[in-house]
């Protein structure tokens, strides 16, 4: 069974930065495409930033209109750990982060929840004006 679990969720103030991480467990999480997802209160998960199983060095990423140019999607395949770093937060950005994860072809990027079989318990971010 495969577990996710993020950290680094926490109070900044808003410009400031975080990196969460999602660590994983009971899988092969190199044959893995992951993803971040964020919830406000309300039913809808909105998809914040994917990345590929790697192919070799090379990989592929994608992020939601909200977060480019800001967030950075990035994974260790050693340490079994995909990161999110957030960059000139905003109090928009407030919500609890979900890391989510698939078995994938190389190179292979999601944006859709239901694409993913996994998924961690979600760390609270909280950005204050």
């Known amino acids: 069974q495969v577990q996710l679990v993020e950290s680094g969720g926490g109070l900044v103030q808003a410009g400031g930065s975080l990196r969460l991480s999602c660590s994983a467990s009971?899988?092969?999480?190199?044959?893995?495409?992951m993803g971040w997802f964020r919830q406000t209160p309300g039913p809808e998960r909105e998809f914040v930033a994917c990345?590929?199983?790697?192919?070799?060095?090379?990989?592929?990423?994608d992020y939601g209109e909200s977060v480019k140019g800001r967030f950075t999607i990035s994974r260790d395949n050693a340490k079994n750990t995909v990161y999110l770093q957030m960059n000139s937060l905003k109090p928009e950005d407030t919500a609890v982060y979900y890391c989510?994860?698939?078995?994938?072809?190389?190179?292979?990027?999601?944006?859709?929840?239901?694409?993913?079989?996994?998924w961690g318990q979600g760390t609270q971010v909280t950005v204050s004006s």
């Open positions: 009971g899988g092969a999480f190199s044959s893995y495409a």
């Open positions: 989510a994860g698939r078995s994938s072809p190389e190179l292979e990027t999601y944006s859709r929840t239901r694409e993913y079989n996994y």
């Open positions: 990345i590929s199983r790697t192919a070799g060095s090379a990989f592929a990423a």
